[in-house]
């Protein structure tokens, strides 16, 4: 007859080196899980990312205030055209600038404020990269996209980018991007509006608004004066009326100065 050995000792360690090894592989099983999960959400959010409409997020030109254009390009304007102010400008999304100027001319700068040549939509200067177009000559179904989903906004101005791309604001100033077929992009973000609430960021930071462009002879004379007296070497660029009544001028160093609805002198920025 056989006997029987009990070891209790050697069970209990049996038993404990299972469980360490049942605890290690449901571990293993976790982790194995985890991952597989993780690159499945990660799978599943390029797909939805994939599925976003291509440029909804499209850097469209970028409004400047005349104030933080280069100095060269202020001097430019002062020196070259000293019968005209800048009405607007904005920077391209290939850095260059365009400026234009009272009497409509529209001149491009680079990004270093040399100046280019004037954009005057002609081939031989290969309008710069850009082309205007007319309503009435872009493709059909862009005029189909817009009558659709903007029915009755109407188109205000288009342009053909470097790119490749039109680029179609409206009158509500909503920008659309289309591709060269006349494919929808998305819709054009003006990086001085990130957060797509109408105003220009450099609004918000100083408080300022974005006032509408004036003749700097409609200034209060009292302001000219000032002007004249305090800056004889600098030449007014731009001049507006702010919503409250208030006037804001840019000088040709980039100087912006502040009068009152009376002219009185109120304060100049000098960034």
């Avoid at 994939?50 to 100095?71: F, T």
């Avoid at 700068?109 to 040399?114: E, K, P, Q, T, V």
């Avoid at 929808?184 to 462009?213: A, I, S």
């Avoid at 305090?230 to 001049?239: E, F, K």
Wanted: glycine share 6%.
């Amino acid at each position: 007859m056989k006997q029987k050995f009990n070891y209790p000792q050697m069970k209990n360690e049996f038993n404990l080196l299972n469980n360490l090894k049942m605890k290690t592989i449901q571990k293993m099983a976790l982790v194995a899980l985890s991952v597989f999960t993780v690159v499945s959400c990660s799978k599943n959010n390029e797909d939805t990312l994939n599925d976003l409409p291509v440029g909804i997020a499209l850097k469209a030109d970028a409004k400047v205030r005349v104030g933080d254009l280069p100095v060269e390009i202020l001097d430019f304007v002062a020196s070259e055209y000293p019968d005209l102010t800048i009405d607007e400008a904005e920077e391209e999304d290939n850095g260059n600038f365009e400026v234009k100027l009272s009497d409509g001319t529209e001149l491009i700068f680079d990004a270093n404020g040399i100046f280019l040549g004037i954009d005057d939509d002609s081939q031989e200067n290969g309008d710069f990269d850009d082309s205007e177009v007319a309503k009435e000559d872009l493709l059909q179904v862009i005029l189909d996209y817009i009558e659709l989903n903007y029915p009755g906004v109407g188109i205000d101005e288009a342009e053909l980018e470097h790119n490749d791309q039109y680029e179609v604001e409206l009158n509500d100033d909503t920008i659309l991007i289309f591709n060269i077929t006349g494919d929808f992009q998305g819709v054009g973000v003006d990086e001085n509006d990130q957060d797509d609430d109408g105003d220009y960021d450099w609004e918000e930071e100083d408080g300022n608004d974005d006032g509408d462009t004036i003749d700097p002879a409609q200034l209060p004379e009292m302001a000219l004066s000032y002007l004249n007296e305090t800056y004889p070497n600098l030449t007014i660029v731009h001049a507006e009326i702010e919503d409250e009544g208030d006037f804001e001028v840019t000088m040709s160093n980039g100087l912006e100065v502040y009068f009152d609805a009376e002219g009185n002198f109120l304060s100049v920025d000098e960034d």
